[in-house]
Nanobody, 121 residues
Framework: QVQLVESGGGLVQAGGSLRLSCAAS????????VGWYRQAPGKQRELVAR???????NYAESVKGRFTISADNAKNTVYLQMNSLKPEDTAVYYC???????????????WGQGTQVTVSS
């Protein structure tokens, strides 16, 4: 069984910063992809940033240069440093781990519970 616990959301003024954390625990043999997604009211969930096995990172165009994703492999934790926040960044942010929980080489996707980020203008 795998659990993801997120922390770090909150209310911030435009131009401010927040750092999200997501720690995975339980049966984890290997991790393929870690990432952050967000969902604003009335919109579909979208990719914000992710790290693919090997270290390559992908960012949504809207956050490039402002957000930075990083990971601590020893702690099975992924972070999202968000700077220069804008009101349009307001959303529920979800972490996602694609990992092998059994050691047989099959990947499964796990989601955090979501954390609200609200940016006021």
């Amino acid at each position: 069984q795998v659990q993801l616990v997120e922390s770090g959301g909150g209310l911030v003024q435009a131009g401010g910063s927040l750092r999200l954390s997501c720690a995975a625990s339980g049966s984890i043999f290997s991790i393929n992809v870690v990432g952050w997604y967000r969902q604003a009211p009335g919109k579909q969930r979208e990719l914000v940033a992710r790290i693919i096995s090997g270290g390559n990172t992908n960012y949504a165009e809207s956050v490039k240069g402002r957000f930075t994703i990083s990971a601590d492999n020893a702690k099975n934790t992924v972070y999202l440093q968000m700077n220069s926040l804008k009101p349009e960044d307001t959303a529920v942010y979800y972490c996602n781990f694609e990992l092998d929980p059994t050691g047989v080489g099959r990947w499964f996707s796990y989601w955090g519970q979501g954390t609200q980020v609200t940016v006021s203008s």
